[in-house]
């Protein structure tokens, strides 16, 4: 890939990353619980794939996304152990929510998300930004 195809294809996963994320807010304001968990993982999903491709690591898997991220920005000190975290409990919670019978977030659980979701996906912009 070349430098100009990765920064298209990181704009777009940042765009996408953020579309993802004004969604999740509209099912929570429908209470669409499992639905924002889903699209929140997705919001974060999308902005740690484009900090992973900007920085030429690739990965084929949502567990190696995971993986790839703590290894090179959380471990590293790029990034703080709560994001890793976030990212962590997010896919755990998408694949209950998605996957599980009869299993349904509330609101008290999820709406919490949405800060931290926010902040970290704010601070993979940043970083982007000034690593180009």
Not at 10 to 26: G, H, M, N
Not at 38 to 56: E, P, Q
Not at 81 to 102: A, H, T
Request: aromatic share 16%; glycine share 2%.
């Amino acid at each position: 890939m070349t430098f100009k195809e990765r920064t298209e294809y990181v704009k777009y996963r940042l765009e996408s990353s953020q579309k993802t994320f004004d969604a999740a807010k509209v099912l929570a304001e429908n209470e669409f619980w499992n639905s924002a968990v889903n699209r929140l993982y997705y919001s974060l999903y999308y902005a740690v794939n484009a900090l992973l491709v900007m920085n030429k690591i690739q990965t084929k898997s949502h567990s190696a996304t995971k993986s790839q991220f703590s290894l090179h920005f959380v471990k590293t000190g790029k990034f703080d152990k709560k994001y890793g975290k976030l990212l962590s409990e997010l896919f755990d919670w998408r694949q209950k929510g998605d996957y599980e019978n009869i299993f349904d977030y509330d609101k008290k659980s999820v709406q919490p998300l949405f800060k931290p979701v926010s902040e970290m996906i704010r601070l993979i912009e940043e970083k982007i930004k000034n690593d180009l």
